[in-house]
């Protein structure tokens, strides 16, 4: 069973900047792809980034060029480095795991065999 906690949300203002950590309790942490969501209260959830286990990212279109992800296997931890946020930014962030054997496109849910707990991040206007 794979665990990821993540951090580092909360509250901003607008144009500003947080980094989101992902922490894995997994000793094979660096075969997983990995991946970021976030859902607003009633909407779907959505996909922001993603990295494969070789460095390959991958981002949404509303957030590229403003997010970078990327990933530390020594601390088996994957980062959501968010800059110029905005309030359509707000949301819940979730952290995922796709395991070597995991098939689909990354930007879908069903790709991922494991969820963080989620981390709120608030942009004010």
């Known amino acids: 069973q794979v665990q990821l906690v993540e951090s580092g949300g909360g509250l901003v203002q607008a144009g500003g900047s947080l980094r989101l950590s992902c922490a894995a309790s997994?000793?094979?942490?660096?075969?997983?792809?990995m991946g970021w969501f976030r859902q607003v209260p009633g909407n779907e959830r959505e996909f922001v980034a993603s990295?494969?286990?070789?460095?390959?990212?991958y981002y949404a279109d509303s957030v590229k060029g403003r997010f970078t992800i990327s990933r530390d296997n020594a601390k088996n931890t994957v980062y959501l480095q968010m800059n110029s946020l905005k309030p359509e930014d707000t949301a819940v962030y979730y952290c995922?795991?796709?395991?070597?054997?995991?098939?689909?496109?990354?930007?879908?849910?069903?790709?991922?065999?494991?969820w963080g707990q989620g981390t709120q991040v608030t942009v004010s206007s």
């Open positions: 995922a795991a796709a395991g070597i054997g995991s098939r689909g496109e990354v930007e879908y849910e069903s790709r991922y065999d494991y």
């Open positions: 990295i494969s286990w070789s460095g390959n990212t």
């Open positions: 997994v000793r094979t942490f660096s075969s997983f792809t």
